[in-house]
């Protein structure tokens, strides 16, 4: 695409009245406008960035079995009556002109559970693993940390049932292996530690959080280095400050986002609505059931955290919205079409392809470049193309080199 | 994909409370769940449906220039109050912990005017064409006629700003191109015809509907048969009975329902937002915009209407949740292995490939496969088998015939 042609302009000024990093670059870059606090507009960059990880978690979601479906936001408030949640503060509520009270989705338990009652009679039917990929909307007090604690947020959600405890848990084993998947292609896997949650490994309840570390974290995480495992703060106060695997003491503390959770609903659930199947002995049972979240514009915060220097992003290759972005310096006739001429031969070959086309100085050309943060940046100039030469820029080490024009088409 | 591994069960009663085909055939068919009078969650067929829809809309937007964005569900009371919205009936609206006022988006130019204000400092800025494919709320008193007119939908909502009249006309034709592309390709441009909406020809503000015959449809539309155009009540009263272009009076009338429309703004969004730019002589003018808008899950209930027969429905190749549907009938191990065969040579060349491995009757499987409606339907069975035959049947027609398996594989 031709950078002329979608929604970006150099802002000269940082936003002020945003403190955090993410949102700082985000908007400077054009990636998202801020609409009220804790709603976002995606813009055309960002939402390129938005579906590229959407893409990934759908591929891992289908991988372990997951069903993709739409659940509304508009949801009955009987349902949430049903299980006692109507009362959350979390939830946003209205009213419709015929009088009937709607909570908006903040989580889809109370959606799901009722899907799968259509479907599931027989321990036949199961196990069942649903998730979409929907807005979510949750009635913060204080939203911050620009997209990485909103009020409407695009999240991965998906809900597995299980004719057994055992059958849960192997499922639940392989889900946190497609999450790992995930964050390895997303290109924070390195950053990035399962942790446990919830009383761990000696409760019933199953419970981990994925943290990437990042100073921007709200979480603070106590990592034992020799089990390469996360526990958060309840978790490590119940196990007097030591590893509850391997006793360990010698704890590191660090500051994390949140990234992704799975846990374990028992039959909170199943019952409420109740969710029955017929097992093998022909008794009435309700499925354990299983979640596990993603939040898909939270992870687009956190990559740009944890992936920046001082002068913009570094979107890692799998994400970025472009993989070459193409700075054409000067106007002349020959930097034009050699441009359009690469443009098109990596086109062609399937890239995404930015060419900054715009008639701005060189210097701005660059700065916006390094601000969007495209994974390999492509120079073109008068003077090296008298050598049929081009300079290439990988974002990630700023390391320069020039090519023959011939390396690149 | 395996039948018995989606969201599918034999229904073996029609749903009651529904009086409208495409719900009836899309609740049968495992398509949708009803949640609320007028919303719906789309499940594992329904949402393949969707998604090739939505594909087909963005590759037509993307054609005309059109950028895609996302914008929130959750907008601010202040955009409403500037353009003097805020009191429609058709807005849910919900309040914040803190107290903050919002719109549940039921349209979106209050957010996408500003979004442009952004990026319009002057002529060189335009035109520009922004889109979204994004979940609309509305407060709708009556919800009726399955998923055609509902309180939450999918909508592809485009919205263009131009420096001058001429430039907006220009562009308005290619949309309505673009549209009638969308209608061809959706498979139903045959059913389709061009409506004049609101004055029509001779009057300054374009407005078109796009409007496919079917006698589920709400609206009346008259056609004029020599210049193949609609018109609606509004249009042709203004024009005492005759067609507002040549003049003919003998006009059909006909039931149809609206499956996109398109319509100037003029300037006042921009006017509202105090959207301006800078012309070629330095003059600040506010820019022309035009709406454009299709409803995608709308468009779903629409193409049920028109193409069904009374064993279910018929869907278009193009936006079929499968291309092929393969019924192995009986469970001998030849039926099942050769079944496996042809699933695994047509899902290899890149064919969406349902198999229907369940342990069910012949006449539930045939039955389930006209109800679900997939356009090429492959019976395997014991008897064809061992003269290397299968059956093959296209649904739109209901011809089968005996193939090779050669000619399949």
């Given at each position: 695409m031709l950078l002329s042609k979608i929604l970006y302009k150099t802002q000269k000024n940082l936003p002020t009245d945003e403190i955090s990093l993410n949102a700082k670059l985000l908007l400077q870059a054009c990636f998202v406008k801020k609409e009220?606090?804790?709603?976002?507009?995606?813009?055309?960059l960002g939402l390129r960035v938005i579906s590229k990880i959407e893409k990934i978690v759908r591929e891992e979601m289908n991988a372990v079995g997951g069903q993709e479906i739409l659940m509304p936001g508009l949801t009955p408030k009987q349902n949430w009556l049903d299980t006692g949640r109507w009362g959350m503060d979390v939830l946003f509520k209205t009213t419709g002109v015929t009088g009937s009270e709607y909570a908006l989705g903040a989580t889809h338990e109370e959606m799901v559970t009722p899907i799968a009652k259509q479907f599931i009679n027989s321990y036949k039917d199961l196990p069942l693993s649903l998730y979409q990929i929907q807005t979510k909307f949750r009635n913060e007090e204080r939203a911050k940390s620009g997209i990485l604690r909103c009020r409407e947020f695009k999240m991965k959600d998906?809900?597995?049932?299980?004719?057994?405890?055992?059958?849960?848990?192997?499922?639940?084993?392989?889900?946190?292996?497609?999450?790992?998947?995930?964050?390895?292609?997303l290109g924070i896997g390195d950053n990035t530690i399962v942790a446990v949650a919830d009383g761990g490994a000696f409760t019933k309840k199953l419970s981990h959080e994925f943290q990437t570390f990042t100073d921007?974290?709200?979480?603070?995480?106590?990592?034992c280095e020799k089990c390469n495992l996360g526990m958060n703060k309840e978790v490590i106060e119940k196990f007097d400050y030591s590893c509850n695997v391997c006793g360990n003491k010698d704890l590191k503390t660090r500051k994390a986002i949140e990234v992704g959770n799975i846990f374990s609903l028992e039959t909170k659930y199943s019952e409420a609505f109740d969710l029955t199947f017929q097992d093998k002995t022909g008794n009435k049972k309700n499925p354990i059931m299983g979640c596990y979240g993603i939040g898909i514009t939270r992870i687009m915060g956190a990559i740009v955290e944890v992936s920046h220097d001082e002068n913009g992003i570094i979107w890692p290759e799998s994400i970025a919205p472009f993989v070459y972005h193409i700075v054409a310096l000067g106007n002349s006739e020959n930097v034009s079409n050699k441009s359009k001429e690469i443009y098109n031969s990596l086109t062609s070959k399937g890239f995404d392809v930015l060419l900054d086309d715009r008639d701005e100085s060189a210097g701005t050309k660059l700065k916006d470049a390094d601000l969007?943060?495209?994974?390999?940046?492509?120079i073109i100039g008068d003077r090296n193309l008298a050598?049929?030469?081009i300079e290439f820029k990988t974002r990630k080490d700023n390391k320069t080199e020039l090519k023959d024009i011939s390396e690149i088409i």
């Open positions: 009220i606090a804790g709603v976002f507009s995606y813009l055309s998906m809900y597995s049932f299980h004719e057994t405890e055992e059958d849960f848990e192997i499922y639940y084993e392989q889900v946190k292996q497609a999450y790992i998947n995930v964050y390895n292609r921007a974290g709200e979480d603070l995480i106590y990592v969007i943060g495209c994974p390999n940046i492509i050598e049929n030469k």
